[in-house]
């Protein structure tokens, strides 16, 4: 048995295999889909995509074939992958470097074999893509060419997952600046916060409104800044398909009354009160973070697009048996029907309702909708007519 050589540019290959990020990976439609057509075209038993790594080769595809991997110094492939072009041997038996191969005379008795290398645009080998009978046999040049086309598919399907790797990195790489950049925030906006918050007590107790007044200004502002950041590490985490949901049971009145008290202080200002009907405790079974987030998201909305010396209602309705119906309804400007339609998408800012001098990205109720629908839910504006908007977010039980 003759044992192939490594390629000359070994170490490169290699690299380029690992960074693939496709070794030892499930089975997947595409792959086997080209090993199944390629052992139809050549009317053989078995088909292959094999990837040679250090001292294996290794099949992401095994159509006919049970066994997952080899030994890299028995495999036929080893042999391909040093050629430009396929590799073929139509009667092992026959031939002086395999007719004592353990795969020749041993299950899975390969006799004979045709193997494309599968050449990246690096000019690397990776593998091949190969046909594997019982019997000696040759293949007509149709069935040649076929077979090189379909390797072609696979290269590009390398490329394609290359391609996935490289943006799934430089997601990953905003994400975990952007997620630094919110948490090296935390520290100093805290450590402000605290300090307003002297002042303040100061001002209060001295009766100078004016410095109250503006620290309450501050510490608004520090929030905002929080939150845009926030707004915008969950926006990355959702496009980049990473964003997690971690359900808990939890008391969902609960969670709600945190909510209000958060944002007491911004109803306050313009002397909104906040109201919670409801006929019994809930309990859910869902991501309590995401969940406040939403609650969050529709109040502070409320709040700000509200009128002054207003009401903002909250109902938990139970009576669904699938979901738990929370509504947030609020007086304010009517949203436009041009609007309505578009009240969820990104970073989408209306110059007519609340004439664009409130804050924001735009991302807020396009993220809260994104989080209730990760969890079987969902939200939705319900209606806005004579001043009265209603957000509607379901919950599954």
Same mark, same amino acid.
């Given at each position: 048995m003759e044992i192939a050589p490594v390629c000359a540019n070994e170490l490169e290959r290699l690299k380029e295999l690992n960074e693939l990020k496709i070794l030892d990976t499930v089975e997947e439609f595409d792959f086997d889909a080209i090993t199944q057509l390629?052992?139809?075209?050549?009317?053989?038993p078995i088909s292959l995509v094999s990837l040679i790594d250090t001292e294996r080769q290794w099949f992401k595809s095994h159509f006919g074939l049970e066994a997952r991997h080899t030994p890299r110094e028995i495999a036929f492939c080893s042999h391909a992958i040093l050629q430009d072009d396929i590799f073929i041997v139509e009667d092992s038996r026959l031939d002086t470097?395999? @007719?004592? /191969?353990?795969?020749?005379?041993?299950?899975p008795n390969v006799i004979f074999? $045709?193997?494309?290398?599968?050449?990246? @645009?690096? /000019?690397?080998?990776?593998?091949?893509?190969?046909?594997?009978?019982?019997? $000696?046999?040759?293949?007509?040049?149709?069935?040649?060419?076929?077979?090189?086309?379909?390797a072609r598919q696979v290269v590009a399907l390398f490329e394609l997952r290359q391609a996935k790797n490289n943006f799934a990195e430089e997601v990953s790489s905003k994400l975990r600046f952007l997620s630094s950049i919110n948490h090296e925030m935390r520290t100093p906006l805290n450590i402000l916060n605290g300090y307003i918050e002297l002042i303040e007590d100061d001002a209060i107790t001295s009766g100078d409104e004016k410095t109250r007044e503006s620290c309450q200004y501050i510490k608004t502002a520090?929030?905002?800044?929080?939150?845009?950041?926030?707004?915008?590490?969950d926006q990355i985490s959702i496009e980049s398909g990473i964003l997690k949901v971690y359900p808990k049971e939890f008391i969902l009145n609960n969670l709600i009354h945190d909510a209000i008290k958060e944002t007491r202080l911004i109803a306050s200002k313009k002397n909104i009160i906040i109201q919670v009907f409801y006929e019994r405790i809930e309990k859910v079974l869902a991501d309590e973070n995401k969940v406040k987030q939403i609650i969050l998201n529709l109040l502070t909305n409320a709040i700000n697009y509200g009128n002054p010396d207003s009401t903002i209602d909250i109902k938990i309705d139970h009576r669904k048996a699938e979901f738990i119906n929370i509504r947030v309804t609020n007086s304010g400007k009517e949203i436009s029907q041009q609007d309505r339609s578009r009240i969820f998408e990104r970073y989408f800012r209306s110059s007519d309702y609340g004439n664009g001098i409130i804050p924001g990205l735009g991302l807020g109720l396009p993220i809260a909708r994104h989080f209730a629908r990760a969890q079987g839910g969902d939200l939705i504006l319900e209606s806005s007519v004579n001043s009265m908007t209603t957000f509607l977010l379901l919950l599954k039980r």
């Open positions: 390629a052992a139809s075209i050549c009317q053989t470097r395999f @007719k004592d /191969n353990p795969l020749a005379t041993n299950n074999y $045709a193997g494309i290398p599968l050449i990246t @645009k690096k /000019n690397n080998a990776l593998g091949t893509l190969c046909v594997i009978d019982h019997q $000696a046999r040759s293949l007509t040049q149709n069935q040649i060419e076929s077979l090189k086309l379909l520090c929030d905002q800044l929080t939150h845009l950041v926030k707004d915008v590490v």
